[in-house]
T-cell receptor, first 110, second 113 residues
């Protein structure tokens, strides 16, 4: 089983729609969780950290479910500029390394 | 502005040559990392360093070497022993402790010709 698993997509979603995707992780001791965004042929950029209580940043909401070992990302009122690959990232306790999922590709259609 | 600078942006290497990719950061981060990304695949860790003059192998270190002589710099050498070096190479840094994510450089795209 992969350490971090994501549905690769692609998700093709009309502009203005709400889209959500999940990511599962295998290590129950994982401590920190992040969503990164990567545009085509560019470097990943931190979108948001994911906190136990869930957190929201504008149109983006991240949730953590420790019991089921998954995190989710919800994008409301999607914009054309949201088209990108979204990477789920996990850090284990006491471990300096981040483990990256392979990413979910999202395309927002006009 | 603080950040990470990778150079060159594009690099072409002949079979059997060693090449060195540069990574410099002015964020005062202790930890630095090298990842490789292939099309349709996730980022795979090559090497990382938590402190000057110390570094550890990641998941795919064979055919690569690094040094960390200064806090700001973490160059990666792709040696001729690396059988399939064509890839997108990403350098990152982070504060060494806590729940912080990484800051990435803009990457170096290496092609073997």
């Amino acid at each position: 089983r992969k350490e971090v698993e994501q549905d690769p997509g692609p998700f093709n979603v009309p502009e203005g729609a709400t889209v959500a995707f999940n990511c599962t992780y295998s290590n129950s001791a994982s401590q920190s969780f992040f969503w990164y965004r990567q545009d085509c042929r560019k470097e990943p950029k931190l979108l948001m950290s994911v906190y136990s209580s869930g957190n929201e940043d504008g149109r983006f909401t991240a949730q953590l479910n420790r019991a089921s070992q998954y995190i989710s990302l919800l994008i409301r009122d999607s914009k054309l500029s949201d088209s990108a690959t979204y990477l789920c990232v996990v850090r284990d306790f006491g471990n300096e390394k981040l483990t990256f999922g392979t990413g979910t590709r999202l395309t927002i259609i006009p | 502005d603080g950040g990470i600078t990778q150079s060159p942006k594009y690099l072409f290497r002949k079979e059997g040559q060693n090449v060195t990719l540069s990574c410099e950061q002015n964020l005062n981060h202790d930890a630095m990392y090298w990842y490789r990304q292939d099309p349709g695949q996730g980022l795979r860790l090559i090497y990382y360093s938590q402190i000057v003059n110390d570094f550890q192998k990641g998941d795919i270190a064979e055919g690569y070497s690094v040094s960390r002589e200064k806090k700001e710099s973490f160059p990666l050498t792709v040696t001729s022993a690396q059988k399939n070096p064509t890839a997108f190479y990403l350098c990152a840094s982070s504060i060494s402790t806590g729940f912080f994510g990484y800051t990435f450089g803009s990457g170096t795209r290496l092609t073997v010709v």
